[in-house]
């Protein structure tokens, strides 16, 4: 009797103990699963307050360069988020809007905006609530129509208080050249470097104003900006060149002679319409222009034995068109290349004041000459 009960208690306590030993593992299970699930959280926690943070924070403080950013009439706070993040001015639209609901902004005003990667999430919203540029830039370049590539060289150099020689030969590196090729590769094409060319950027930097937030930008930076401004021109009359059958080079060459032939008073399309004749008459173009270029000087009169000078650009002593261009161009000599009109002349000559007459026949032309120049 004693024996069996003694037995029983020893079960007894041998079950008490298996399940207290239960118990501490079930505790220790629940004790290590909350630690682990609170490391999760802190983690978590810390790596979206991370995130949030680094989002909060410019793409590239660095990086100054404007971004030319479109907010259309009617976007709300989504769409102005999205249209922030494609052009990699934030980093995440999501927590831009969070941002902009947090501050309670509203009133963005739609118009087209300079905006950097180095402005703060308050400078975005800043501008685009006023509609002004929230930083001003501290070097504007304005470069004008007809310029040569020694001349914007000399331009930027006396802007950025740099040397003119440096920055014309920086322009006429073959490295940076055929960075900017894989660039605009529809732009600058194999024809650039044809073994006449003297300068393969000459004509294609764009003339228009150029802002900056750097006192002394890189030349890249400025090249890159004058090349983008060329290359949405070509492509605004890209199906245009297309039915014409001319390259983005043949374009800009005719377009930089007609600029360097025109006055303010000029016709362009007019003088394009001289130019196109003589091509089809199969005539030299013989303008003056491509004579100074050759020689590589300014003509403030060109003489007789100017006209001899023996170089691929004098368009005195060979047909067709130059090598390549001989100055900048803007959209008018571009559009007057693309739309001459439609006449016969074969000549033209512009007097003291800019005032440019046309003639059909050589004995019109010279006696416009006698008239308007030797008289």
Do not use: C
Request: glycine fraction near 4%.
């Amino acid at each position: 009797m004693f024996g069996k009960n003694s037995n029983k208690k020893e079960i007894m306590i041998q079950k008490l103990a298996e399940r207290q030993g239960e118990a501490q593992t079930v505790r220790k299970i629940v004790f290590f699963t909350t630690i682990a699930i609170a490391i999760i959280i802190a983690i978590v926690a810390i790596a979206g307050f991370v995130y949030v943070n680094s989002a909060l924070k410019p793409v590239d403080s660095s990086n100054n360069k404007p971004i030319t950013v479109e907010i259309p009439i009617g976007s709300s706070t989504s769409k102005i988020a999205s249209i922030l993040e494609e052009n990699n001015v934030i980093k995440n639209a999501s927590i831009f809007k969070y941002y902009v609901k947090f501050q309670n902004e509203s009133n963005f005003q739609a118009g087209t905006y300079e905006l950097t990667q180095s402005m703060e999430l308050s400078e975005i919203i800043e501008t685009i609530k006023t509609g002004k540029l929230y930083q001003e830039a501290v070097l504007k370049l304005t470069i004008p129509e007809g310029l040569q590539l020694k001349q914007i060289a000399s331009l930027i150099a006396d802007k950025t208080n740099q040397d003119a020689d440096e920055i014309f030969n920086s322009m006429n590196d073959k490295e940076l050249i055929k960075k900017m090729q894989l660039q605009f590769p529809d732009l600058l094409t194999d024809e650039i470097w044809a073994s006449d060319i003297k300068y393969p950027l000459e004509g294609y930097l764009f003339p228009a104003t150029y802002e900056y937030y750097t006192e002394t930008p890189s030349i890249e930076t400025i090249v890159t900006d004058m090349l983008s401004q060329t290359n949405k021109m070509v492509e605004k009359y890209r199906a245009l060149m297309e039915e014409k059958e001319m390259t983005p080079h043949t374009l800009l060459t005719m377009a930089s002679l007609i600029e360097e032939e025109a006055t303010q008073q000029t016709d362009r399309k007019m003088i394009a319409s001289v130019f196109y004749n003589r091509l089809e008459s199969g005539w030299p173009l013989q303008t003056d222009p491509t004579v100074a270029y050759a020689l590589g000087e300014h003509l403030k009169r060109t003489y007789y034995s100017d006209l001899e000078v023996d170089d691929p650009y004098n368009t005195y002593q060979n047909k067709g068109l130059t090598p390549g261009p001989i100055a900048n161009s803007g959209e008018s000599s571009i559009v007057a290349a693309l739309e001459p009109e439609n006449s016969e002349y074969m000549y033209f000559l512009a007097n003291k004041e800019g005032k440019v007459f046309f003639s059909k026949t050589l004995d019109e032309h010279n006696a416009l000459v006698k008239e308007h120049i030797t008289n």
